[in-house]
């Protein structure tokens, strides 16, 4: 069966991969106040995540981004980073607060990490305080760090009206500052927290004009990896700014992105909880059982494509907080 608007995706070209749901910070539009934590021996190892990956590569999976939780708590994260550096991908991507970079970014680097997402909502200590609960400053520290390194990094910014809206140009210039790119990601509702309302959502065609009023017109960028950000150079800074817009301007039309959460379940959106766990499979009947499956993990893959699109992208009974899928 082909999806009717000619679609279908015969490959899996990118992972994220959650390898924690613990995180030192705690974002108000990310976890709840109160959760269970998966104990240790309930998560993949790094060598069982590094065989995934292996199989998958063979089923056109190019990149992979670690992704938590917060990824620096998990231990020695670049043991991780230097087992899937030996698989040949393309790239090797992580998205982290920030908090721990200072300390970490010279042995991610040496273990062969390509791309830092930092995310970064405000500058301001305050709010950053009050979207966060924790500090500022070792992660702007932690930015510093990366940059000096030379790192390819890109900050993400979750717009939230009235909260953070007024900082879109700062932000920005710091991007600039830092020699980073910007992403400005919109709200999504996932894991039904109490924190959800649609007028908190800012729009990314709001963030463009602005951008447009301040700095001109912006020019276009092909798009790159997993193809959920709209690029646009400006020139006059030069610097990169990426849409992510899951609600205004959704991407799932040959989406060919999984996630793998921390305990091995195989995600095939945010917007719905499909899945399926092969720590199972891969623990008790191995490798080769997950070889086989994945042409049809392809499949789920395209009808959870098709359901969403049939659904007007629509956020489906997502009661898994985001903390624990892995943004
Ligand atoms: N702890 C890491 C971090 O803060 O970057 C990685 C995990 S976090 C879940 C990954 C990304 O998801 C962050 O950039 C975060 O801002 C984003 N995110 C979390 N909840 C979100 C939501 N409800 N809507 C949009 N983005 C969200």
Same mark, same amino acid.
């Given at each position: ?100 970079? &200072? ?6 680097? %040496? @273990?062969?990490?390509?791309?830092? *997402? !930092?995310? $970064?909502? =405000? ?13 500022? &400053? ?6 510093? %760090? @990366?940059?000096?390194?030379?790192? *390819? !990094?890109? $900050?993400? =910014? ?170």
């Amino acid at each position: 069966m082909e999806a009717q608007n000619g679609s279908w995706v015969h490959e899996i070209t990118y992972l994220r991969i959650s390898i924690t749901d613990k995180c030192n910070m705690k974002c108000s539009y990310c976890r709840p106040i109160n959760i269970d934590y998966i104990s240790h021996k309930d998560m993949l190892s790094y060598e069982e995540i590094r065989d995934i990956v292996l199989v998958m590569k063979d089923f056109g999976l190019k990149k992979v981004r670690i992704t938590g939780g917060e990824p620096l708590v998990r231990p020695q994260v670049w043991n991780l980073v230097s087992l899937l550096k030996a698989t040949n991908l393309e790239s090797i991507s992580m998205t982290t607060n920030g908090t721990y970079l &200072k300390e970490y970014a010279k042995l991610l680097k %040496e @273990a062969g990490l390509d791309t830092i *997402n !930092i995310s $970064l909502d =405000t500058l301001d200590e305050n709010k950053f305080k009050h979207v966060t609960k924790s500090d500022i &400053k070792p992660v702007l520290e932690g930015i510093y %760090e @990366a940059s000096a390194l030379g790192f *390819n !990094i890109k $900050l993400n =910014t979750v717009l939230i009206r009235n909260f953070n809206d007024s900082e879109i140009i700062p932000l920005v210039e710091f991007a600039k500052d830092v020699r980073a790119r910007i992403r400005f990601i919109e709200l999504m509702p996932v894991g039904k927290l109490d924190f959800f309302n649609k007028s908190k959502i800012f729009y990314n065609d709001e963030v463009f004009k602005l951008l447009e009023k301040t700095y001109g017109k912006l020019t276009a960028l092909p798009p790159d990896g997993s193809k959920s950000a709209k690029r646009f150079l400006i020139e006059s800074i030069n610097t990169e700014v990426g849409f992510i817009s899951p609600i205004s301007s959704p991407f799932c039309d040959g989406c060919s992105k999984l996630r793998l959460t921390p305990e091995g379940t195989i995600m095939y959106c945010l917007r719905t909880n499909s899945g399926i766990n092969i720590k199972k499979i891969i623990r008790e009947e191995g490798l080769e059982a997950f070889r086989k499956l994945m042409p049809d993990i392809i499949r789920q893959k395209n009808i959870s494509n098709e359901y969403i699109i049939n659904n007007d992208y629509r956020f489906l009974d997502c009661n898994r907080a985001m903390t624990s899928i892995g943004g």
